[in-house]
């Protein structure tokens, strides 16, 4: 198989659906998720109910939805492995009622570890699910609890054994480093654990502090630590090398993919196509422009959705917050609509970044290089200073 290759192409669509439960709320998420406990009833059939109310709307405003391909369906969190398979599965059918879905169109669900075993695996797979994204985060039980994580012993001994021989096309898991009093071993410890299974695609994302968190008040009150940034500056250096030696390449800021297992659906943020998301807080992104919806479950729940679209920033910025996060080749040649008039400013600045090594570029086709992302903020702000 050929290299890939970040294409714009405005015909495809991708499916997100939010489920907002979580057994805990972690102190450091920042995503809208509701703790509810361990075996919680939840109002599941009113929740799908309501997102198929929701896509009714959505589709009346935006007829033109069913012209487009529909090449993923994600659902994410919360924890989407709480969703009952059945309602999930009813969801999709109803969907494919509706629009134009592409036959082998990437289907994922996120997961938590504790939610994981042969069973629910081979259910998974029984309702279409082809990809499998594991919020694991540490295999250490104390920065597990540093992260305020809810922990299931068992699970999480079992997991990657269960993960790695089951029939799921495609595995992917998420780890977290920079937690305070991590050293480079315990974070080391955790990705070569994971490394000796099969897996084909790695999220590995710096510990943040977010504004509204339970981790943001308590490091301004001095209650917890905050990460370790040093620490995660030095596992930045190290990572690129560390998982091409594994064979995983580095195709954006934080994610990490076997040779064309990259994730079809977080691409489409990156490469600024069009997402229809549905669900309380869900941020779609279609013709109409941006939305967000909700974030109470009561209003959601009620069938009361947010149906306010901004075209808010112009495309060539938007192009630059996003694709330029990309770590894999990008063709320019299928951004011409959006780089537009300005393209010999956009070639001149390439080419400036080209002379210091930041960057490869040839025939319109750009890739950072992997040092461009110790000051990648910049280079994004100097991009899209060139705005027409
Ligand atoms: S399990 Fe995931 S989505 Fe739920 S609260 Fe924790 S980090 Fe957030």
């Not at 969703?83 to 059918?93: G, H, P, R, S, Y």
Request: charged share 25%; glycine share 4%.
């Amino acid at each position: 198989m050929t290299e890939y290759i970040a294409s714009y192409d405005k015909s495809k669509l991708g499916i997100y659906i939010h489920f907002p439960y979580c057994v805990h709320k972690c102190s450091y998420c920042d995503f809208y998720s509701l703790g509810m406990g361990k075996n919680p009833i939840l109002p599941q059939k009113k929740l799908f109910e309501s997102y198929k109310n929701e896509f009714l709307q959505r589709l009346k405003l935006e007829p033109n939805l069913k012209n487009f391909s529909v090449e993923t369906f994600f659902i994410g969190g919360g924890t989407p492995s709480m969703a009952e398979e059945d309602l999930v599965f009813e969801l999709v059918q109803f969907l494919k009622n509706e629009l134009n879905f592409i036959s082998n169109f990437e289907f994922t669900m996120e997961a938590n570890p504790e939610d994981i075993s042969k069973e629910k695996i081979e259910k998974l797979i029984s309702i279409g699910v082809n990809r499998l994204n594991v919020g694991v985060q540490s295999f250490s039980k104390t920065f597990l609890k540093t992260l305020d994580r809810y922990y299931d012993e068992e699970k999480y001994l079992s997991l990657l054994e269960t993960l790695s021989s089951s029939k799921m096309n495609r595995i992917g898991i998420d780890l977290i480093y920079g937690i305070s009093e991590q050293s480079l071993e315990d974070f080391l410890d955790d990705l070569n654990l994971a490394l000796k299974y099969r897996l084909n695609h790695i999220s590995l994302y710096s510990l943040t502090v977010e504004k509204g968190t339970d981790y943001f008040r308590k490091v301004e009150s001095n209650k917890a630590a905050p990460p370790n940034e040093e620490l995660q500056t030095l596992i930045l250096q190290k990572l690129p090398t560390l998982l091409k030696e594994k064979n995983f390449n580095h195709y954006e800021v934080s994610n990490y993919a076997k040779k064309n297992e990259y994730s079809i659906h977080n691409l489409k943020y990156w490469k600024f196509e069009n997402y229809l998301s549905l669900g309380p807080s869900a941020h779609g992104f279609t013709l109409k422009g941006r939305y967000a919806n909700t974030k109470s479950i009561e209003k959601y729940l009620k069938n009361e959705f947010s149906f306010e679209y901004e075209s808010s920033l112009n495309n060539f910025t938007e192009f630059a917050l996003s694709a330029l996060r990309l770590f894999c080749k990008i063709d320019f040649n299928s951004f011409e609509e959006i780089l537009g008039t300005n393209f010999y400013k956009v070639e001149e600045l390439i080419k400036n970044w080209q002379v210091n090594k930041l960057c490869f570029y040839h025939n319109k086709i750009f890739q950072w290089n992997e040092e461009a992302i110790f000051d990648l903020d910049s280079r994004i702000l100097e991009f899209s200073m060139l705005e027409p």
